[in-house]
């Protein structure tokens, strides 16, 4: 017997046969003495539907009465699918989320849950009821005024049902849906995606558009703060679907259940040997030689970054353990032999690190990590960025402040904070998913002065603008004048609010200017147990070479493997990674209903 909360989704209660086919599976489920939440989305597009009729009478009407509109579609789910289960004999009953008490911030539209309170809920529970709630929908805090209905966010009931079941402590939180479950790509894009029977949370968020495209990421992050066991399985098929992980688990502190702190840790990783490369020549097949090369030396390269330049030639630089430094530097001198270019090698490095759920979606996060290090007069070798982690190459010496610096800044417990930790990921598979995204802009801001602050600045004057950026490529060249370039990437509907953000800043660099890469696509490897595997990088740039692909950029951070392609290239280059890794295959486990459109 177990405590779950299932919740279904709009397709899978899209009709009143469907409810009552959903109405069966719980009312089974019971029967086999398990205690059930059931969350339930608004009627197939009826979100939408309510959406349009509201843009039919005022283009802006007032979100106060968007969310009163659009809360009324989950109602309508609730009340049927529990007469469903009366019809069924199971005793059942419907709860608003105000009424099973969601307490959510104020912001109409977007609010984030603040707290759960599950008294009503248990004691439902106790007397045998199934509890049937509203997804997508909460009560803001009546603080000295009114409550009023609140709405998450669109494709917020998964959110919904996780913050139920952390609160609740359940078992797990099987969210139901008309897809299989997670494929190991867009098998929109790839025909033979494969079924994930497994995926960690932080694997989840890093494949950030792929996940995005079955679970709401917030319901996500939830699950991997809380320690929430998730599976995502098909409403219609008895087949186990996939199962999401995580490894902390928190308690629900008082900030807030989904504003509790975003950064939950830090790490510094000392002796580390930065190598640059550059002024190497552009063309398919050169970061897959080079790190094959490395990899058949047993050179394990842990982060990857490459920019490409005025004069088609690529800067590459990575680092390695410094007692694999005079390894690497012999390879990389042959190497440079036949594709040209120079090198540069540092030992005495240290990699500091900030973890934590959906750091890509607080653009402040990054900043606030750069500008605590400039703060204090550190400058930063090296950035990489992902949705988990963001890391950072400093100088040896300045490692230890550098990491009391974070420490502080985050006001992290010093159980959060770790000092030279073992690789993680032994054991799990190398690559898990591969995600495309084609939402993405290539911007490189040129002639930026060489000094601490800088990164931070931009990242900075981004972020309160609300704008993530991606990729963060310091580049190795510096101009006559000791300035460098850095290169980013963002989402591409940001591009013109960049230009405003960064205008300002660069009016105080001289002869500093915002340029615009091609158009491009971004094809990331996703794997856990990447950074206990050598050799991935290389793989991954050998499957693009052999397609022909030329890779723009390259940005890696402990579990991901990112490579900016031209934006023609982006399915093919999909498709060879996809292939490459063996994730395709059999058709035994082939996707089903693949075809059918995800629901909202
Ligand atoms: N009905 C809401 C939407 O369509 C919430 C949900 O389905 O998750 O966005
Ligand atoms: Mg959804």
């Not at 969310?67 to 009953?93: F, K, N, R």
């Not at 033979?192 to 890093?206: I, N, R, T, Y």
């Not at 394990?300 to 088609?312: F, K, M, Y």
Request: charged share 20%; hydrophobic share 40%.
């Amino acid at each position: 017997m177990a405590l779950l909360v299932q919740k279904f989704g709009g397709t899978s209660v899209g009709s009143v046969e469907r409810i009552q086919a959903v109405a069966r599976r719980i009312a089974a489920c019971k029967e086999d003495g398990n205690d059930l939440v059931i969350v339930v989305s608004a009627m197939g597009h009826t979100t939408d539907e309510l959406t349009a009729k509201a843009r039919a009478i005022s283009s802006n009407p007032p979100q106060r009465e968007m969310d009163m509109l659009l809360a009324t579609g989950e109602q309508v789910s609730i009340a049927l699918l529990s007469m469903a289960l009366h019809a069924l004999g199971v005793p059942a009953i419907s709860m608003t989320g105000a009424q099973v008490g969601i307490v959510t911030e104020s912001a109409h539209g977007r609010a984030r849950i603040l707290d759960v309170r599950t008294d009503r809920l248990r004691s439902r529970l106790a007397e045998g009821q199934v509890v049937v709630v509203a997804g997508f929908q909460g009560t803001s805090q009546s603080s000295g005024g009114t409550a009023e209905i609140t709405t998450l966010g669109r494709g917020g009931s998964d959110t919904s049902a996780v913050a139920l079941a952390a609160a609740l402590g359940a078992d797990a939180c099987e969210i139901y849906t008309d897809v299989p479950g997670v494929l190991t790509t867009d098998p929109r894009k790839v025909a033979d995606a494969q079924l994930m029977p497994e995926v960690s949370c932080d694997e989840m968020l890093e494949l950030a558009s792929l996940g995005a495209a079955v679970l709401h990421p917030r319901a996500v992050e939830i699950a991997r703060n809380y320690g929430v066991t998730m599976v995502v399985r098909s409403s219609w098929s008895e087949d186990a679907g996939t199962t999401l992980t995580s490894r902390s688990a928190r308690p629900i502190g008082r900030d807030g259940l989904e504003l509790g702190r975003p950064v939950d840790g830090a790490e510094l990783v000392e002796g580390q040997a930065v190598l640059a490369l550059s002024h190497v020549s552009d063309q398919p097949g050169v970061a897959a030689q080079l790190f094959e090369s490395l990899s058949a030396g047993g050179v394990n390269v842990d982060l990857i970054i490459q920019s490409t330049h005025e004069g088609n030639s690529n800067d590459i630089t990575f680092t390695v353990a410094e007692s694999e430094l005079e390894k690497a530097r012999g390879i990389c001198a042959d190497q440079l032999q036949t594709l040209g270019g120079e090198l540069v090698a540092e030992a005495g490095m240290s990699k500091l690190s900030i973890s934590g759920a959906g750091i890509m979606g607080r653009p402040g996060i990054a900043a606030g990590l750069f500008q605590t290090l400039s703060r204090v007069g550190i400058n930063l070798r090296l950035i990489a960025t992902s949705e988990v982690k963001v890391s950072c190459v400093v100088e040896a010496s300045a490692g230890a402040k550098a990491l009391q610096a974070t420490q502080d800044a985050f006001e992290l417990e010093s159980d959060l904070i770790s000092l030279n930790p073992l690789p993680s990921g032994e054991g799990d598979p190398e690559v898990r998913g591969i995600a495309l995204d084609r939402d993405q802009a290539q911007v490189s801001v040129r002639h930026v002065p060489d000094k601490p602050g800088t990164a931070g600045a931009l990242c900075n004057a981004l972020a309160d603008a609300g704008i993530s950026l991606d990729g963060i490529v310091q580049s190795e060249r510096q101009h006559a004048d000791g300035s460098r370039d850095i290169s980013f990437t963002l989402k591409r509907d940001d591009r013109a609010a960049a230009d405003r953000a960064l205008s300002h800043l660069l009016a105080q660099w001289p002869g500093a200017l915002l340029e615009d890469g091609p158009a491009i696509a971004r094809v990331s490897a996703v794997g856990a147990g990447m950074p206990a595997t050598a050799g991935t990088a290389g793989r991954m740039f050998r499957y693009l070479a052999d397609a022909g692909v030329n890779i723009e950029m390259i940005a890696t951070s402990e579990i991901r493997t990112s490579c900016v392609v031209a934006e023609s290239d982006g399915i093919a280059a999909l498709q060879a990674v996809h292939t490459g890794f063996e994730l395709g295959g059999s058709t035994r486990h082939q996707a089903q209903g693949t075809e059918s459109p995800l629901e909202s």
